[in-house]
T-cell receptor
């Protein structure tokens, strides 16, 4: 089946630093990728939708200047958490939609666990 | 907001069928029912989806009521590895986003 990877799988950083998370579709092209955040014991919350070559669309309440999303190619989207603080500690999961197979085919990455000290 | 309602938790004996219900009373005509599951500390995994007919694949069966207001995911022979949170999501297939509700935490017990 289709594979989506994320890097790094886990990261620990100091408060005030920026962290970049990569999401790659390994065996398909994705014009649309999605970023989710999940706090312990909670469900996934959609943060933003990223389309290749254009600006991301953020969900209500998500700060676009804090969570920078770049979707520069059909196989790579990045999420940068700028000036991270302890409350940004969470499990970040990306998802990619296969442009050939269409809207039905959306695959998730394994997630990145961020801990901000 | 999620458009589905699921029980927060269920138990199932290993080897027995697990039947997970989902209510989606406000589903519209162009919306599909999707099921994903999330094993602890992993990304969600696609299971199955359907519009109005029952569907079956190698993982599960999806039974959708005739009025489409509810559905049931069936894992025919649950194993310990099926322990996960199961999410029922309704979405239109014209670019709709996958919005997750709280899901059902299924515990398969030996």
């Amino acid at each position: 089946g289709a594979v989506v990877s994320q890097h790094p799988s886990r990261v620990i950083c100091k408060s005030g630093t920026s962290v970049k998370i990569e999401c790659r579709s390994l065996d398909f092209q994705a014009t649309t990728m999605f970023w989710y955040r999940q706090f312990p014991k909670q469900s996934l919350m959609l943060m933003a939708t990223s389309n290749e070559g254009s600006k991301a669309t953020y969900e209500q309440g998500v700060e676009k200047d804090k969570f920078l999303i770049n979707h520069a190619s059909l196989t790579l989207s990045t999420l940068t958490v700028t000036s991270a603080h302890p409350e940004d500690s969470s499990f970040y999961i990306c998802s990619a939609r296969d442009m050939v197979r269409g809207y039905e085919s959306q695959y998730f990455g394994p997630g990145t666990r961020l801990l901000v000290l | 907001d999620a458009k589905t309602t699921q029980p927060p938790s269920m138990d199932c004996a290993e080897g027995r069928a697990a039947n997970l219900p989902c209510n989606h009373s406000t589903i519209s005509g162009n919306e599909y029912v999707y099921w994903y599951r999330q094993i602890h500390s992993q990304g969600p995994q696609y299971i199955i989806h359907g519009l109005k007919n029952n569907e079956t694949n190698e993982m599960a069966s999806l039974i959708i009521t005739e009025d489409r207001k509810s559905s049931t995911l069936i894992l025919p022979h649950a194993t310990l590895r099926d322990t996960a949170v199961y999410y029922c999501i309704v979405r239109d297939n014209q670019g709709g986003k996958l919005i997750f509700g709280q899901g059902t935490e299924l515990s398969v017990k030996p």
